[in-house]
């Protein structure tokens, strides 16, 4: 058989360039493994692990060429076929890429795709931030991290009512049981939110729930009190304060020298009605559980008790008498002091009519001040107890000053009718008159006054306490407590003005200290 030239040649020349160059086989992937503890099946990666890859083809060369690749993380080692590489942090999609080519030009490439989960630690919780002072700084408080992986806690703080773009990382903590951070540079006056961010062995992080705290203000202080303390009295002989603990029947000593608690006395049940005598001597007040009047010896701090049949609503201290008002007919009576018993028994009238009420105080030793129920403030004189000198127009009384000189009485009464104290003049004839008034921006529950001093105190239902001059009747500046006051004193001596203090939902009580000294540069 003839063979065509033609087809000979083609033939020919396709065996010659088979023997030249060889035949090509293709490169085919075979397996690709996956060495981590932390790879699942479904394709994810724990952030920032440590994985092994090994690919491997069907035909096994060792003429292969093999560059990995990958948009994210980074390799820790590429030899050959097998590489080491560090998980992104960041959690998403990823890819790595391995190409492969072979001495004859060959090439393939293989994708693996993956998704990263982060690792997150558990949440902690910032419990508690107070503080107490600005020299004392920002104490903050948080739950510990329970986990073993723990790293380090990072305390961020805003400047601001929230965390913003601007917070800062103030302090890094090490150690996992150390819960506790004071941030001592703050300013006063101002807001500040703060976070706690926990970290883990592999990087991740998760951050608290966010508090924010006003600092207060120079020249003034806070110490915590029990809940249901009331009844604030000064005692300038002995430097103390007086409170009572509603809630443990106790009457508190604070120094004010040291700014502590350093006694309690044990009174009975609801106590209320604190009261000082003119020489300093006895604590009265009333414990209405037993209707008891209590006299405490504040030398020897021994207690007496002196039981009432009636109920007791009010207590007033004169120099040698002290007079209750009490839910009777005969609703005043007269105890005296040094022979510690009953004296008399007096109705209080008006013409023909028992006038009912609580609140009583006596101005001077002559006169005494009665807030009758449904009626005008009634002022007696103790020799006519039949009918009132005069009324007024005070309003339901919340709280009154009676301040004496040898020419007159100067009465400041604070109501929770009128947004202002008023205030009064009595001299020794009975004369009353009415002063201008001290204008508060809310309905006032507390006032004290700095009569040398010149300055009038009200706390009004606000977190604030107004200060006015006596002489002027004019503002002269605010102090911001954070907390609603209800009752206030001042130390003439060191020029401390002594608040009590509550949380709107009661919580929360506070003896607020403002050194007035350095609050106006005395």
Known sequence: ????????????????????????????????????????????????????????????????????????????????????????????????????????????????????????????????????????????????????????????????????????????????????????????????????????????????????????????????????????????????????????NQVVIFDTQKDEITGRVDVGPAPNNLKLSKDNKYLFLVTRGDNSLVQIDLEELTVSNYNFKQEIKDITIGVDELYLKVDDKSNLVQFNIEEEKVKDNYQLKKGKSVVSGEKIELVGEEELLFDAYFDKTLLYNLTDLSNPLMKLGTGVIDDLEIHNTDEENYLYIASSQFKYVQSFTLNQSGKLDAMKKFKTAGYPRGITVAQEEGWLFAAYNDTEVSVFSLEEHSLLDKIDLRNYAFDLVFDSEQSKLYILTSSINKHEYNLVIVDLKERFDL
């Not at 090439?107 to 989960?117: K, Q, S």
């Not at 558990?122 to 503080?131: D, K, M």
């Not at 004392?136 to 790293?151: K, N, Q």
């Not at 992080?205 to 003034?220: F, M, P």
Request: proline share 2%.
């Open 1 to 248: 058989m003839q063979i065509n030239y033609n087809k000979f040649c083609i033939l020919f020349f396709l065996i010659l360039i088979l023997s030249l160059t060889g035949c090509r086989e293709e490169l085919i992937v075979e397996d690709f493994k996956i060495d981590s503890e932390y790879y699942q099946e479904t394709g994810r990666f724990l952030g920032n692990t440590e994985v092994d890859f090994e690919i491997k083809l069907s035909d096994d060369d060792d003429d292969l060429n093999y560059h990995w690749t990958a948009n994210g993380g980074r390799f820790l080692s590429q030899v050959d076929n097998k590489a080491t590489y560090r998980v992104p942090t960041a959690p998403g999609d990823y890819r790595i890429t391995v190409f492969i080519q072979d001495d004859q030009g060959a090439e393939t490439m293989y994708d693996f795709t993956f998704t990263v989960e982060g690792d997150y630690p558990e949440q902690v919780s910032l419990t508690e931030i107070r503080n107490d002072s600005v020299t004392e700084g920002v104490e903050i408080e948080w739950s510990a991290y329970p986990d073993d992986d723990f790293s380090t806690y990072q305390i961020l703080r805003s400047d601001n009512f929230y965390i913003d773009n601007n917070a800062e990382v103030v302090a890094e903590i090490d150690e996992q049981t150390k819960t506790y951070y004071l941030d001592q540079d703050v300013d006063p006056n101002q807001n500040y939110t703060y976070q706690v961010l926990v970290f883990n062995e592999r990087g991740y992080l998760s951050v608290s729930n966010e508090e924010i705290i006003r600092v207060l203000d120079r020249g003034i202080r806070k110490v915590r009190l029990d809940k249901g303390v009331s009844d604030l009295i000064f005692d300038e002989v002995r430097s103390q304060l007086y409170l009572l603990d509603q809630q443990a």
